[in-house]
């Protein structure tokens, strides 16, 4: 063989050991250690996908608040305090903590507003007034009845020892004030254009407040109200997450529904949907629930709900026995239902039902004395299903 024929063989030789030593495992691993290997490969793959996925999220919520994206507002803009209140009449916010915000009523002559919070099965009122100076919360009520208008009378129930003032005159950039007499907040920004995920905003105002734990912002949009508050050195935050204006505020409620008026039950609880538009009164709402529902027919009207001296009365426009005939049920079943969820409402055993403040004379129960009737306990189921009565935006109940 040749010098040039020996070095090709040898690089043959090497080429073909080499292929063969990548091809075959130099060690061996026995089954029950090959599957300990494969299991943690499986969980380094498992931990770097979770890493990568919280990387993201974390990208993502830089990017949800990340004031550079935001077009600031000139300098000489004026700004009117009105446009900046809270929330809207009829207005509907959804947060991403899971918070539901309704205004039940709003007095424009006197510029105060009742706003309703929800949070699962927490319900606070919170009390708002302004000028043309300042916009304040002054009133809170954890403990509080549904539907009723604190606005008149709320010092009673106030837990709040002082008014918290949430944004001030003139609304520029340096703008200072004592959020509660002690804590200084200020205006930090004018924004004509902020991004909040896919929602765009016109004319935000970004308020610090510096509390000891850290500083607050909020951010507070023309006519949307509050759409964003997160703490530094705090992982609490929420965003607004849906706005819905001019809609009605649904809640999911248990109510006894009519069943029969001559077979067992008569009435029967049911999960029903309760409408409510900012400034209704408790009759406007029951009767809006009564029509829905065809317990009364829309010629005849709630004159008035109220409760005195543990007797809850249901005032009615002339016309009402007739028209509770007309419901499949019958008169004796509507009526039962009606006594029931007025008494459950003010939590009292005895009602009035009502025609223009008379005693109402129906046909199938006998007229009690004084017109005032006794809940009787063999009308009502006693299964209790309570639910949570979350609130909800429908579209099908957008106001006109």
């Not at 239902?337 to 003010?346: G, L």
Request: with cysteine; proline share 3%.
């Amino acid at each position: 063989m040749s010098l040039s024929g020996r070095k090709i063989f040898w690089l043959l030789l090497i080429v073909i050991t080499l292929s063969a030593c990548k091809q075959e495992p130099m060690i061996k691993l026995s089954k029950e250690n090959q599957m300990k290997i494969e299991k943690k490969q499986a969980e380094n793959k498992e931990t770097q996908l979770e890493q990568k996925n919280n990387q993201k999220a974390n990208t993502s919520d830089q990017v949800v608040l990340d004031s550079n994206s935001w077009i600031k507002e000139a300098e000489d803009v004026n700004y009117r305090i009105e446009k900046f209140l809270p929330i809207n009449a009829n207005q509907v916010k959804i947060f991403s903590n899971g918070k539901t915000s309704y205004v039940d009523y709003m007095d424009q002559t006197s510029q105060q507003m009742q706003v309703r919070e929800t949070l699962g099965a927490e319900k606070t009122i919170e009390l708002y007034r302004w000028n043309t100076e300042v916009i304040e919360l002054y009133g809170k009520i954890e403990k509080n009845n549904r539907f009723t208008n604190y606005l008149k009378n709320s010092m009673e129930a106030n837990e709040l020892e002082k008014s918290l003032i949430i944004l001030q005159s003139p609304l520029k950039v340096g703008t200072e004030w004592l959020y509660d007499g002690n804590i200084p907040s200020h205006i930090v920004g004018l924004y004509k254009e902020v991004n909040i995920g896919d929602q765009i905003y016109q004319e935000v105002i970004e308020v610090v407040t510096k509390f000891e734990e850290g500083d607050r912002h909020q951010l507070i949009a023309a006519n949307k109200g509050i759409i964003a508050q997160w703490q530094e050195n705090k992982e609490d935050y929420f965003l607004a997450e849906s706005i819905t204006d001019n809609v009605m505020l649904v809640s999911k409620k248990e109510w006894y529904m009519p069943q029969s008026s001559t077979e067992e039950p008569l009435i029967q609880k049911e999960i029903v949907d309760f409408a409510w538009q900012t400034n209704d009164t408790l009759a406007s709402a029951f009767q809006r629930f009564y029509y829905d529902n065809q317990w009364i027919t829309p010629e005849i009207q709630v004159v008035d709900i109220y409760e005195s001296n543990g007797i809850a009365h249901l005032n009615f426009s002339s016309g009402v026995v007739a028209s509770l005939n007309q419901h499949p049920a019958g008169e004796k079943a509507v009526a039962i239902a009606m006594m029931v969820n007025i008494a459950d409402y003010y939590s009292v055993n005895q009602v009035r039902l009502e025609v223009f403040g008379n005693g109402m004379l129906l046909n199938t129960i006998p007229y009690p004395p004084n017109g005032i009737h006794q809940i009787d306990s063999n009308w009502i189921e006693q299964e209790d299903n309570s639910i949570d009565e979350t609130p909800m935006s429908s579209e099908e109940l957008t106001l006109e």
